[in-house]
């Protein structure tokens, strides 16, 4: 039997910024709680497909895998819970707004 498909979203990194950035259903957002999430295996390759061809913004687009018992799209696993997290060196981009 094969296994369910589980939500995800498309991620990639901005080409020039380097910051990590998720597809929305009409562009990039650098928040997951922004981004479109897919439950269907086809719809989702074809975003990811769209993505990959954006190579003038987009750089490394894959499919994460996300929780969304919570309602919003959170980290399914620890790298992407790192990735959005963003820098981990110094407080600078994402973590700055934290603060």
């Not at 094969?2 to 990639?12: D, E, I, L, Q, S």
């Not at 954006?54 to 919570?70: I, N």
Request: hydrophobic residues 35%; negative net charge; charged residues 25%.
């Amino acid at each position: 039997m094969p296994k369910p498909y589980t939500p995800k979203v498309v991620t990639a990194n901005h080409l020039l910024a380097g910051d990590v950035i998720y597809q929305t259903r009409d562009g990039w957002s650098r928040q997951l709680a922004d981004a479109e999430v897919l439950t269907d295996e086809a719809h989702a390759d074809l975003r990811l497909i769209e993505a990959a061809q954006q190579t003038g913004e987009v750089v490394g687009a894959y499919l994460a895998d996300v929780d969304t018992s919570r309602g919003a799209p959170a980290p399914a696993h620890f790298r992407e819970a790192f990735r959005a997290k963003g820098p981990s060196n110094y407080a600078h981009g994402k973590q700055t707004e934290l603060n």
